[in-house]
């Protein structure tokens, strides 16, 4: 069964980072992209980038561009989500998802880890 | 950027209706479309590909349909696990990739 799972959620003060994880199971972790898609409460989804974890290669949304960094470890077929400088409006619940093998969709996705920013 | 435009926003239906949502692209995009399923809670579900290819175990109830700017996601008869929020997405010439705002199917 191919499963993402993710970690906790987390509060945080503005300023800070917050590093999300997401375990990959089930299939051959380097084999496909992972992105990350995050969603604001009661709002819609918006795509932050992807990581391809068989050479690490990512791209970013312009709007997150300066303060995200995407990673992979395929020792442990975990991806990473970092995001530095936290305001206000990045909470939000993450979630990753496994790119299809053809880059062109998102098909298995993590149960999602919310995210709060507060003071 | 692309942008998606869906409409109705929000729906009510029965169940047993034959629903329709339409996703129009700012501008063409060829087939790459996608359509997902959101649960209250829960993480989005891959349901449609390529604009008319339903993903492996997706009931065939679900189909969609377009091309260019101009595509339609119909559920033929409405069940009761249907009732959720449904999103485009584009593929074209990415990154970035857009999402759609999202309908919202609601029980009548």
């Known amino acids: 069964q191919v499963l993402l799972v993710q970690s906790g959620a987390e509060v945080k003060k503005p300023g800070a980072s917050v590093k999300v994880s997401c375990k990959a199971s089930?299939?051959?972790?380097?084999?496909?992209?992972v992105t990350w898609v995050r969603q604001a409460p009661g709002q819609g989804l918006e795509w932050m980038g992807w990581i391809s974890a068989y050479n690490g290669n990512t791209n970013y949304a312009q709007k997150v561009q300066d303060r995200v960094t995407m990673t992979t470890d395929t020792s442990t077929s975990t991806a990473y989500m970092d995001l530095t400088n936290l305001k206000y409006d990045d909470t939000a619940t993450y979630y990753c998802a496994r790119m299809t093998s053809s880059d062109d969709a998102f098909d298995i996705w993590g149960q999602g880890t919310m995210v709060t920013v507060s003071s | 950027d692309i942008q998606l435009t869906q409409s109705p926003s929000s729906l009510s239906a029965s169940v047993g209706d034959r629903v329709t949502i339409t996703c129009r692209a700012s501008q063409s995009i060829s087939t790459y479309l996608n359509w997902y399923q959101q649960k209250p809670g829960k993480a989005p579900k891959f349901l449609i590909y390529?604009?008319?290819s339903l993903q492996s175990g997706v009931p065939s109830r679900f189909s969609g349909s377009g091309s260019g700017t101009d595509f339609t996601l119909t559920i033929s008869s409405l069940q009761p696990e249907d009732f959720a929020t449904y999103y485009c997405q584009e593929f074209y010439r990415t990154p970035p990739v857009t999402f759609g705002q999202g309908t919202i199917v609601e029980i009548k």
């Open positions: 089930g299939y051959i972790f380097s084999n496909f992209g």
């Open positions: 390529a604009a008319s």
